[in-house]
């Protein structure tokens, strides 16, 4: 059961308590999120975490005062890693539950990024109080050190309205001054956490089987779905690290690749939404006005899709719409980091589906920071919201076709738009906004031979065998 620590009217509280913390917990979803997919393809040359810093911030789980937070770091899944005591509590204990949740992000052999090696650790109370909200100088979130990733598996209640306000706002502030993947559990159940499950800036996990606290959002502003994806294991406070750990290796695999525009918060967190998929979750639906399941936000993590995605490469948005055949400026998979967008001018994206392909299926998202600064760049806790569109047409004659999706919520940072068994042809993207602000944007398109094609190539494969089945019988 999940023990808490109330303080300042605050209750933290880790997502479950994980009593067995071994490697071989580890090993059964790396299948479930493709992650055994991706290795068998690339194989030795994986991305594995290498020269990643991350961050694991863990709340109390033993009586009070007692600080119970820390990584038990002569576990054998820690060997050769670097642990740093950011908040440096006296008393300090070791945490099961942060070990068991420390393994599934960077452990050698339980995660997918077993070749990070620096962490930092900070105690959620600390983290909260102290270096978020930074009393020393009651003005700005602390500056964190240098991470890439930042993991919390454990949830926060019992706020104040004004209290969770600010507490969202400003992780959501140091998420996107200092451009780091956070990512965030949900509870095992019940209502949204105040916090951080209803920030805006993070990645906020729940599970594949739908047992987590989900809906929309009633801190701030209303409505907003939660979570943004789901991952397995049994509990958040297991799949939470999932998703951290695939951001630790997309992040080592955009500097091998060259795409450090690609570790931006915002494109990050869009390519890992996008390669989710609704395979498994065939109750998952979204609309126009809302772009995420309300129980499966994107869908469940696909660490394969979201590498390919990163893989394909950047591609720049275009201001003018010259949609000719030698004007295709999009792959069918991709992404894009938009540094600005100027109000009421869409920028576009083409790409090609060939004649005898159909798409079989279609993923595109587009994410972007919510701002807590004032023209300094200091924190400021008013909110400060791009309303963004994403639209999908076909394109015909060097103009826009019929519009065939949109997603255009007026309350979330994200949209999404997600199609199955589209024709062959010519198709745009769409992005616009009424602030001038920075983004991310990544597609994933599926292209299979159409049904009738795969009739007759099967059909050709016929004569083929029957022909050189005559010619050994001659023989």
């Known amino acids: 059961m999940s023990r808490f620590l109330k303080f300042h009217r605050l209750q933290i509280a880790v997502c479950t308590l994980l009593l067995v913390a071994k490697p071989v917990l580890g090993q059964a979803y790396k299948e479930d999120v493709g992650y055994n997919k991706l290795k068998n393809e690339v194989g030795a040359g994986l991305a594995n975490g290498a020269g990643v810093n991350v961050a694991i911030a863990e709340a109390n789980v033993g009586v009070a005062g007692t600080n119970t937070y820390f990584l038990t770091t002569t576990d054998p899944e820690f060997g050769g890693k670097t642990f740093i005591d950011v908040s440096a509590t006296s008393p300090r204990n070791d945490s099961g539950h942060a070990t068991g949740v420390g393994q599934l992000f960077f452990g050698n052999t339980s995660s997918m990024s077993p070749g990070v090696s620096n962490i930092q650790v900070y105690f959620a109370d600390d983290f909260v109080f102290n270096k978020q909200r930074n009393l020393q100088n009651g003005v700005n979130p602390l500056a964190i050190s240098p991470f890439s990733v930042m993991n919390h598996s454990y949830i926060a209640t019992d706020f104040t309205v004004p209290r969770a306000l600010d507490s969202n706002a400003r992780l959501d502030y140091t998420v996107a001054r200092d451009k780091f993947t956070s990512v965030v559990a949900l509870g095992n159940g019940g209502a949204l956490p105040q916090i951080y499950g209803q920030s805006y800036n993070s990645i906020v996990v729940g599970l594949s089987n739908g047992g987590h606290s989900h809906g929309v959002t009633d801190v701030g502003v209303a409505g907003r779905v939660k979570p943004d994806i789901v991952s397995p294991r049994g509990t958040t406070s297991e799949a939470t690290p999932l998703v951290s750990s695939a951001a630790a290796l997309l992040h080592q695999a955009a500097n091998?690749?060259?795409?450090?525009?690609?570790?931006?918060?915002?494109?990050?967190?869009?390519?890992?939404?996008?390669?989710?998929?609704?395979?498994?979750?065939?109750?998952?639906?979204?609309?126009?006005?809302?772009?995420?399941?309300?129980?499966?936000?994107?869908?469940?993590?696909?660490?394969?899709?979201?590498?390919?995605?990163?893989?394909?490469?950047?591609?720049?948005?275009?201001?003018?719409?010259?949609?000719?055949?030698?004007?295709?400026?999009?792959?069918?998979?991709?992404?894009?980091?938009?540094?600005?967008?100027?109000?009421?001018?869409?920028?576009?994206?083409?790409?090609?589906?060939?004649?005898?392909?159909?798409?079989?299926?279609?993923?595109?998202?587009?994410?972007?920071?919510?701002?807590?600064?004032?023209?300094?760049?200091?924190?400021?806790?008013?909110?400060?919201?791009?309303?963004?569109?994403?639209?999908?047409?076909?394109?015909?004659?060097?103009?826009?076709?019929a519009e065939i999706g949109a997603s255009s919520s007026l309350v979330d940072n994200v949209e999404h738009i997600y199609f199955k068994n589209l024709s062959a042809g010519l198709y745009t993207i769409a992005v616009n906004s009424n602030l001038n602000t920075s983004f991310g944007l990544a597609w994933s398109i599926t292209a299979v031979p159409e049904p009738s094609s795969i009739v007759f190539l099967c059909f050709v494969g016929l004569i083929v065998s029957c022909r050189a089945l005559r010619e050994r019988i001659r023989t």
Not at 289 to 318: C, H, K, M
Not at 357 to 363: C, F, K, N, R, T
Not at 365 to 385: E, R
């Open 256 to 401: 091998d690749f060259g795409s450090p525009n690609a570790r931006n918060s915002e494109v990050m967190k869009a390519i890992i939404m996008t390669g989710a998929t609704k395979d498994t979750l065939p109750a998952w639906t979204n609309t126009s006005t809302r772009p995420l399941d309300s129980v499966f936000g994107a869908g469940q993590l696909n660490v394969y899709n979201s590498y390919r995605i990163l893989e394909a490469g950047e591609t720049n948005g275009l201001i003018n719409i010259p949609i000719t055949n030698t004007a295709i400026n999009s792959g069918l998979q991709g992404w894009d980091y938009g540094t600005s967008i100027t109000p009421g001018t869409p920028q576009y994206w083409n790409f090609n589906v060939a004649s005898g392909q159909m798409i079989s299926e279609a993923s595109i998202l587009l994410t972007w920071n919510a701002q807590y600064k004032n023209a300094n760049g200091d924190f400021d806790s008013n909110l400060s919201l791009a309303n963004m569109d994403l639209k999908l047409f076909t394109s015909n004659n060097g103009v826009l076709g």
